[in-house]
C-alpha cells in the first residue's frame, strides 16, 4: 500500500498491481491532494494484495505557458572636448629707428592640442517584446536596468496589461544618462500576469565619440586676421614692418582661439 500527496489536484489515481489494478476517482466529485493506504487487487493465492507494478495520475492540463522573446539595443553616445594652448612670440620685440627707417619683425603663433575631457556619456535604445509561444500572452509590464546604475525608465507603446497575441510583438523606448564611460550591461524585462519573467540583454560600450567639441578650432589675430582653421598641433609665421616715426610707440598683438576664447 502507498500513500500520495501532490501540489495539483488529482482527478484520480490507476494503481497496477499484477495483471489488472483498481482505480481510485476522487473527480467527482472534487480533485484530491492527497490519499492513504492505495494498493492493487487481492491475490487469491495467497489473499493478500499484489506487489505494486506502477502508478498512473490522472489531473488535468491547462494551457501551456506564455513564452516572451526580450531583445534590446543598447546605443551609447558621450561628447569628448578637445583642449588647446596657444602662444605667440615676435623676434625682435623693439625697434630703434631714426626717421624714415623701418625695420620688420617675425611673428610666431604656436597652437597645441593638449588632449581632451570626456562627458555626457549616455545610453538610449529599444525593447522589442516577441510573444514566442503557443498562446497569447497578458504581458503586465516592461521594465529595463543598467548595472551600477539601477532601473531606467521605458515608454512603451502598448498600455498595460496588454494581450499580445502569438507571432506579435511591440517595442518600447528608453534613454538614460551614465555616471562615466565604464562598459556596463543593460536588461529588460518583461512580466506576465501568470508570474513568469522573460528578460533580454546588450552590452553597453564605449568606442569611438559620437560628438565632438572643438576637434578643430579657428585662430584670430588682431593684426594679420583669420589665420586659419586647424584640428591639430600648428604654427603660423608672418611678418609686419613698423616705419619710423610712423609707428612709434607700442604696438599690441593678440591670436585669439575663437571656439575656446584663449
Known amino acids: 500500500t502507498f500513500d500520495w500527496t501532490s501540489n495539483i489536484g488529482v482527478d484520480a489515481v490507476f494503481v497496477k498491481a499484477g495483471s489488472s489494478g483498481n482505480f481510485y476517482r476522487y473527480d467527482p466529485p472534487a480533485e484530491a491532494t492527497a490519499d492513504t493506504g492505495l494498493h492493487g487487487q487481492v491475490n ?3 489473499n493478500k494484495f499484489f506487489g505494486l507494478s506502477h502508478l498512473s495520475f490522472c489531473y488535468d492540463v491547462g494551457p501551456p505557458p506564455p ?19 596657444i602662444d605667440k612670440s615676435v623676434d625682435p620685440d623693439q625697434w630703434d629707428l631714426d626717421a624714415g627707417e623701418s625695420g620688420t619683425s617675425d611673428y610666431t603663433v604656436e597652437v597645441t592640442k593638449t588632449g581632451h575631457v570626456d562627458s ?39 498600455t498595460f496589461p496588454h494581450t499580445l497575441a502569438v507571432g506579435a510583438s511591440f517595442t518600447c523606448g ?62 603660423f609665421e608672418y611678418e609686419r614692418t613698423f616705419v619710423c616715426n610712423r609707428d612709434a610707440g607700442v604696438h599690441s598683438n593678440t591670436a585669439t582661439i575663437v571656439e575656446t576664447g584663449q
Open 120 to 158: 555626457n556619456w549616455a545610453v538610449s535604445g529599444v525593447i522589442t517584446v516577441f510573444n514566442s509561444g503557443s498562446v497569447a500572452a497578458n504581458v503586465t509590464g516592461v521594465s529595463d536596468e543598467v548595472s551600477g546604475v539601477g532601473a531606467v525608465a521605458v515608454n512603451c507603446e502598448v
Open 174 to 235: 528608453y534613454s538614460s544618462p551614465l555616471p562615466n564611460g565604464n562598459n556596463r550591461t543593460n536588461t529588460a524585462t518583461a512580466t506576465t500576469s501568470d508570474g513568469s519573467s522573460f528578460q533580454g540583454s546588450a552590452s553597453i560600450t564605449f568606442g569611438t565619440p559620437t560628438t565632438l567639441v572643438n576637434d578643430e578650432v579657428t585662430i584670430e589675430d588682431t593684426f594679420a586676421g583669420e589665420l586659419g582653421k586647424v584640428n591639430d598641433d600648428e604654427t
Open 44 to 46: 487469491p493465492a495467497n
Open 67 to 85: 513564452s516572451l522573446t526580450v531583445s534590446k539595443t543598447a546605443q551609447a553616445t558621450f561628447t569628448r572636448t578637445f583642449e588647446w594652448d
